[in-house]
Antibody, heavy 122, light 111 residues
């Protein structure tokens, strides 16, 4: 059974940093691209970032480019999101999601975690 | 404002069919077959229902179908059931610098 478990969320002040983690199990992690998608309270889904199976290709939404960094450790079956210079508008539930293929440009996400909540507030 | 446009809400009675539209541009829906649809019941994570415009993942009922014409993709749910009540989101690859875009979501109410 595919499982994706996010962690690392919490309350953080504007301008500070936070690192999210996603522990994957139940599939061959290094065969697939992975993504982060967020959902602000009461709002719709927003794609944040994607990374290919071998970290060779990475993409970011314009809204987080230059502030967020996605990475993965295939030996640990883990995905990460380093979030710097956080803003109030980054407040959201952050989902880790598995892609159907190895290339993150194929954005069909067939398994999702339950999310970790990030709140940016002073 | 979302890059893909969906109606805020649709409704139907049990057994009926409903169609949810997703309108983009020639930079996304119109040029690529990388359109997906997700179902999100309240308080739960999204679930992939359709990928690559019209393909269903294993386990998704064949009551769910997808199509595309020009810059508009559509999700049709036939034989509506109470359990179909949820928010539905479309997404697409885009040639813009943002790469992946979602629609604003459509709330489906089963009357």
């Amino acid at each position: 059974e595919v499982q994706l478990v996010e962690s690392g969320g919490g309350l953080v002040q504007p301008g500070r940093s936070l690192r999210l983690s996603c522990a994957a199990s139940g599939f061959t992690f290094d065969d697939y691209a992975m993504h982060w998608v967020r959902q602000a309270p009461g709002k719709g889904l927003e794609w944040v970032s994607g990374i290919s199976w071998n970290s060779g290709s990475i993409g970011y939404a314009d809204s987080v480019k230059g502030r967020f960094t996605i990475s993965r450790d295939n030996a640990k079956n883990s995905l990460y999101l380093q979030m710097n210079s956080l803003r109030a508008e980054d407040t959201a539930l952050y989902y880790c999601a598995k892609a159907r293929y190895f290339d993150w440009l194929d954005s069909s996400l067939d398994y999702w975690g339950q999310g970790t909540l990030v709140t940016v507030s002073s | 404002q979302s890059a893909l446009t969906q109606p805020p809400s649709v409704s139907g009675s049990p057994g009926q069919s409903v169609t949810i539209s997703c309108t983009g541009t020639s930079s996304d829906v119109g040029s690529y077959n990388r359109v997906s649809w997700y179902q999100q019941p309240p308080g739960t994570a999204p679930k992939l229902m359709i990928y690559e415009v019209s393909n269903r993942p294993s386990g998704v009922p064949d009551r769910f179908s997808g199509s595309k014409s020009g810059n508009t993709a559509s999700l049709t749910i036939s034989g509506l059931q109470a359990e179909d009540e949820a928010d539905y989101y479309c997404s697409s690859y885009t040639s813009s610098s943002t790469h992946v875009v979602f629609g604003g979501g459509t709330k489906l109410t089963v009357l």
